[in-house]
């Protein structure tokens, strides 16, 4: 089983679960948008750890910590738009 994150269109994903939509009842070309966004989307490793928010770690002084976290491999980067 593969684990993926994905960006998919705030209105595509409100149309999704908006008023309980049925399968069926899905638009073709909503479809055709989750499958871009499945395509687009990036592959977790296999064995990855827990995804957790470090961005509390670097406000804080963690000597040693704060330079591993600053090195390590970003899986997934941060939303940039939600921090302005």
Excluded: W
């Amino acid at each position: 089983m593969q684990e993926i994150v994905i960006k998919i269109d705030e209105n595509v994903y409100t149309r999704l679960f908006d008023k309980g939509i049925q399968d069926n009842e899905i638009a073709t070309d909503d479809i055709c948008e989750m499958a871009k966004a499945i395509r687009n989307g990036t592959v977790l490793p296999k064995g990855h750890g827990d995804l957790i928010d470090v961005s509390e770690y670097f406000n804080k002084e963690f000597g040693d910590a704060r330079e591993f976290l600053d090195k390590a491999e970003r899986i997934i980067e941060a939303d940039k738009e939600s921090e302005e």
